[in-house]
T-cell receptor
Framework: GAVVSQHPSRVICKSGTSVKIECRSL??????MFWYRQFPKQSLMLMAT?????????EQGVEKDKFLINHASLTLSTLTVTSAHPEDSSFYIC????????????FGSGTRLTVV | GENVEQHPSTLSVQEGDSAVIKCTYS??????FPWYKQELGKRPQLIID?????GEKKDQRIAVTLNKTAKHFSLHITETQPEDSAVYFC????????????FGKGTKLSVKP
């Protein structure tokens, strides 16, 4: 149980376009979703925290107007990279605390974004 | 702000030897410390975790120790195998359970046959 489905797994887009990444909790309600970014050979860095029905909380240095996060339902959180640039190319991954396990977290499978 | 330091960044061992990776954390409120194994391009896979109310946990060849006073925790892998080769990340929960995880920078473990 406690599966988070993340799509797409890979996406290549042109500079200036927008890309939407979806994370769906399949068998539990995710009131919170954490969005991480991982550059090659680096660690996972928290970008923002989305909470269902309220505005996302962004980490310092993350542009909220560029990385739009929507958490409109208990099973879906989306990250939209707007006006993408090559430096946005990265591995984006979502993670949700598991309600059934007070200390557990479930990760999506990640999205490899390449901006050309 | 909160931080998790991880050492070493790379570790190479012979098959059958033990590997130890160490992490320190700064957030006194952290009470959950998972370890993840990540293969290239894939999601992190939880391999073991420990909560702040215990000092040690073991699962077959993998063990984790936690010293809350010193704010450090370690991963121990015994009888290493080539398939243990991967990047390992430690993490600490921010502000207690259900908060986001703060990750260490990772350790690339290479197990040589």
């Amino acid at each position: 149980g406690a599966v988070v489905s993340q799509h797409p797994s890979r996406v290549i887009c042109k500079s200036g376009t927008s890309v939407k990444i979806e994370c769906r909790s399949l068998d539990f309600q995710a009131t919170t979703m954490f969005w991480y970014r991982q550059f090659p050979k680096q660690s996972l860095m928290l970008m923002a925290t989305s909470n269902e029905g309220s505005k996302a909380t962004y980490e310092q240095g993350v542009e909220k107007d560029k990385f739009l996060i929507n958490h409109a339902s208990l099973t879906l959180s989306t990250l939209t990279v707007t006006s993408a640039h090559p430096e946005d190319s990265s591995f984006y991954i979502c993670s949700a605390p598991r309600a059934s396990d007070y200390y557990g977290y479930t990760f999506g499978s990640g999205t490899r974004l390449t901006v050309v | 702000g909160e931080n998790v330091e991880q050492h070493p960044s790379t570790l190479s061992v012979q098959e059958g030897d033990s590997a130890v990776i160490k992490c320190t954390y700064s957030d006194s409120a952290s009470n959950y410390f998972p370890w993840y194994k990540q293969e290239l391009g894939k999601r992190p896979q939880l391999i073991i975790d420990i909560r702040s109310n215990v000092g040690e946990k073991k699962d077959q060849r993998i063990a984790v120790t936690l010293n809350k006073t010193a704010k450090h925790f370690s991963l121990h892998i015994t009888e290493t195998q080539p398939e243990d080769s991967a990047v390992y990340f430690c993490a600490g929960s921010r502000g207690g359970s259900q908060g986001n995880l703060i990750f260490g920078k990772g350790t690339k473990l290479s197990v040589k046959p």
